[in-house]
T-cell receptor, first 111, second 112 residues
Framework: KQEVTQIPAALSVPEGENLVLNCSFT??????LQWFRQDPGKGLTSLLL?????REQTSGRLNASLDKSSGRSTLYIAASQPGDSATYLC??????????FGKGTKLTVNP | KAGVTQTPRYLIKTRGQQVTLSCSPI?????VSWYQQTPGQGLQFLFE???????NKGNFPGRFSGRQFSNSRSEMNVSTLELGDSALYLC???????????FGPGTRLTVT
């Protein structure tokens, strides 16, 4: 059964800082991995999708990497802004379990 | 393109009642999945429908059921509500199972 761990659980940084969010998963037999953000009380917004054959994906200030063999993914956020404050969730997808989510990293970017 | 829409956005029900939630996927998407989000358990997969057929099911009791219509709209039903069913119910749509998933805003269900 896939298990997903996200470290750290919470992170508070000053505006402008570059930061890395970590995600590890136990079953490397995945089709892809998706990163989402969730604002309080809202739905999930897709940030990046990395296919299992890819090593990384970039969108604006976001860069996500995937090392399937070691069961790890990282989300790099450059030049953080207060609007980046949210909970970030990673979700590998494989087999019949669909998206399996970690508990998320709650990010606060202070002006 | 319009995003995934879910109705209603908020619901308050009493223990023992039943409830139906609706999800309209992005136009052209044939896969609809449902997830339950609670503070304690996080996000958990309920089921997935593709072209009106249930393809996958998570580990939830039979009180949770769903269906998909020919226009890809989906409904989920929870019968005999329990206090523990209070949660944010999210649906996601995609062109097929292993493509990018797009989530709706969710339905907040409160059971009293």
């Amino acid at each position: 059964k896939q298990e997903v761990t996200q470290i750290p659980a919470a992170l508070s940084v000053p505006e402008g800082e570059n930061l890395v969010l970590n995600c590890s998963f136990t079953d490397s037999a995945i089709y892809n991995l998706q990163w989402f953000r969730q604002d309080p009380g809202k739905g999930l917004t897709s940030l990046l999708l990395i296919q299992s054959s890819q090593r990384e994906q970039t969108s604006g200030r976001l860069n996500a990497s995937l090392d399937k063999s070691s069961g790890r993914s990282t989300l790099y956020i450059a030049a953080s802004q207060p609007g980046d404050s949210a909970t970030y969730l990673c979700a590998p997808q494989g087999g019949s379990e669909k998206l399996v989510f970690g508990k998320g990293t709650k990010l606060t970017v202070n002006p | 393109k319009a995003g995934v829409t879910q109705t209603p956005r908020y619901l308050i029900k009493t223990r023992g009642q039943q409830v139906t939630l609706s999800c309209s996927p992005i136009s052209g998407h044939r896969s609809v999945s449902w997830y339950q989000q609670t503070p304690g358990q996080g996000l958990q997969f309920l089921f997935e429908y593709f072209s009106e057929t249930q393809r996958n099911k998570g580990n939830f009791p039979g009180r949770f059921s769903g269906r998909q219509f020919s226009n890809s709209r989906s409904e989920m039903n929870v019968s005999t509500l329990e206090l523990g069913d209070s949660a944010l119910y999210l649906c996601a749509s995609s062109t097929d199972s292993y493509y990018e998933q797009y989530f709706g805003p969710g339905t907040r269900l409160t059971v009293t």
